[in-house]
């Protein structure tokens, strides 16, 4: 079966904190794609990571993909109240198809 | 620059009545296009895709039904709808090269009473 699993599905954080958020995939895709939703709205494109060994950073947020682990990794550093919102990653298995993650909810404390 | 639209942004309607969910792209032209629902605090379903006019793949079984009358529009319909059926639905659009990513209209939040 062709899945995507995000591990946490739920974090809690303190702002100035650093953590990262799992995502392991089944697709054999060499390609992720990682997307922010802010709640009731709809999906932002962060990063596309294109190979293995990709690396990806906008400002406190870093993307990183292992395809031959088929993990790929969305670290956050110094983490700010900004940055409350829920991640997806998603995995192509076709040239039209994605497989999504089911998303990590993402709160940081002031 | 490309940009996505879709309406309305929120809908109230009684079990058993019709659906019409409207999503045009403007500024490229034989985009793929998607329509995805979002259950609360769930992540992506993906409903239905369109690689060219007249082209649909239906992903589930299910009483909702998608068209593609024009290049850049894309519509999700329903003859009957049921209270499974209430959800977040977004509408994408994107490439067949998958070294760019899929980009999301406003999406419609559906209620069925």
């Known amino acids: 079966e062709l899945k995507v699993e995000q591990n946490p599905l739920f974090l809690s954080m303190q702002e100035g904190k650093n953590y990262t958020i799992y995502c392991n995939y089944s697709t054999t895709s060499d390609r992720l794609y990682w997307y922010r939703q802010d709640p009731g709205k709809s999906l932002e494109s962060l990063f596309v990571l294109l190979s293995n060994g990709a690396v990806k950073q906008e400002g406190r947020l870093m993307a990183s993909l292992d395809t031959k682990a088929r993990l790929s990794t969305l670290h956050i550093t110094a983490a700010v109240h900004d940055l409350s919102a829920t991640y997806f990653c998603?995995?192509?298995?076709?040239?039209?198809?994605?497989?999504w993650g089911a998303g990590t909810k993402l709160i940081i404390k002031p | 620059s490309q940009t996505i639209h879709q309406w309305p942004a929120t809908l109230v309607q009684p079990v058993g009545s019709p659906l019409s969910l409207e999503c045009t792209v403007e500024?490229?032209?034989?985009?793929?296009l998607y329509w995805y629902r979002q259950a609360a605090g769930r992540g992506l379903q993906l409903l239905f895709y369109?690689?060219?006019?007249?082209?649909i793949s239906s992903e589930v079984p299910q009483n909702l039904s998608a068209s593609r009358p024009q290049d850049r529009q894309f519509i999700l319909s329903s003859k009957k709808l049921l209270l499974s059926d209430s959800g977040f639905y977004l509408c994408a659009w994107g490439w067949e090269d998958s070294n760019q990513p899929q980009h999301f209209g406003d999406g419609t939040r559906l209620s069925i009473l």
């Open positions: 998603a995995a192509p298995y076709s040239n039209y198809q994605l497989i």
């Open positions: 369109s690689v060219g006019i007249g082209q």
């Open positions: 500024g490229t032209s034989n985009p793929n």
